[in-house]
């Protein structure tokens, strides 16, 4: 069984992206034969972004990961632009993608609208190459957060049309989401996710901030009125608190409301506080070890790129042969499978 999941190289990864996707990336590479994880640096161009700070950003992510406990010799661990098969792949798949179904797609309707200069091609194409991210590998399941639902289906429908169309090449993939802490919130704005591209700093928990940074902010999120520890829709923000401590503590909700009866707002934000510090601690001392040593990640990458590109290379030549590209029977005997 495979898993594969991408990550965004946004600099600072924060509780949200820990508890609702790293978390899910330990328990895979425990489970799967391999667990296949990829730094998505080309979709980072996909926006606005900063091509001196990018390949930092890897690095941050890179050691983030490393520092929550993703084992590279457990897993395949690699950055989306070193294996050049992802690129040619997307491509490819743009022939049995219909560009209805990516003009429906929300994530490039709301980027697309804030987009304050240029709407990228880029970011009309952003679910083909992650459809090629996971198909490239013939990927089970694919553990990603809810608001990739749209992506993971269109993924799926890409595989169906191309076996269909060609032979049957491609695996649908599974999309597989977390079920606790899918969706941890704003502190400021518990109406929308957590989220490094919209939130404010205050609204965000960094997996590397101080001990008192996330006292503080926790102090200030943004509560609602009445004063009883309890969730609730009129309650957005201590909901989205007791779904973190149900997280930190592995309790259920129904459990903390019981231990926070008759406690005030203020009692209970400062334990969440105390053990959001404990959960983070250890990863943020790991990643501050991990961090400075550019070569030492570099060189993790450049092998997991290999390993990936172990199974990337056969793939793309099967995809290529039964699509006619290049000369007929390319592709090893050894992975054909139609012939
Ligand atoms: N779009 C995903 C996100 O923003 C990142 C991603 C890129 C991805 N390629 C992927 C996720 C392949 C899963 C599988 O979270």
Redesign the pocket.
């Known amino acids: 069984m495979r898993i594969?999941?991408?990550?965004?190289p946004t600099g600072r990864k924060h509780i949200g992206n820990y508890i609702g996707?790293i978390r899910g990336y330990l328990e895979g590479q425990e489970r799967a034969d391999p667990a296949i994880y990829?730094i998505?640096d080309l979709?980072a161009t996909s926006v606005a972004y900063d091509p001196e700070a990018l390949p930092g950003y890897v690095l941050d992510t890179t050691a983030m990961l490393l520092a929550a406990g993703l084992d590279p010799g457990r897993c395949i661990l690699f950055r989306?632009s070193d294996v050049r098969e992802h690129t040619e792949l997307t491509w490819l798949l743009c022939s049995v993608t219909p560009c209805g179904d990516l003009q429906r797609m929300h994530?490039f309707k709301d980027k697309s609208e804030r987009e304050q200069e240029l709407v990228r091609t880029s970011l009309f194409l952003?679910?083909v190459?992650?459809?090629a991210?996971?198909l490239l590998y013939r990927?089970d399941e694919?553990?990603?957060?809810d608001?990739?639902r749209q992506?993971?289906e269109l993924?799926r429908e890409i595989a169906r049309r191309f076996n269909s169309t060609y032979g049957e090449v491609l695996v649908e993939?599974k999309h597989v989401i977390p079920e606790v802490g899918a969706r941890i919130m704003d502190l400021q704005d518990p109406s929308t996710k957590m989220s490094t591209s919209y939130g404010t700093d205050a609204g965000l928990i960094y997996i590397d901030d101080e001990p008192d940074d996330i006292r503080r902010k926790l102090a200030r999120a943004e509560t609602d009125s009445g004063r009883e520890v309890v969730r609730g829709p009129d309650k957005p923000g201590i909901s989205n608190l007791i779904e973190v401590m149900s997280v930190t503590r592995g309790a259920a909700p129904e459990d903390i409301e019981r231990e926070f009866e008759g406690e005030g707002y203020g009692t209970f934000k400062n334990a969440v506080a105390e053990d959001v510090v404990g959960l983070l601690a250890p990863v943020r001392e790991r990643y501050r070890e991990l961090r400075p040593d550019e070569d030492g990640l570099e060189r993790m990458l450049a092998e997991g790129a290999e390993r990936a590109r172990a199974i990337a290379t056969p793939m793309l030549a099967e995809v290529r042969d039964v699509m006619g590209i290049g000369p007929k029977g390319a592709a090893s005997p050894a992975v054909q499978r139609r012939g």
């Open positions: 594969f999941s991408g990550i965004q996707a990829c998505v979709h989306q994530q952003y679910p190459l992650q459809a991210d996971i990927s694919v553990p990603v957060g608001d990739q992506h993971i993924a993939p």
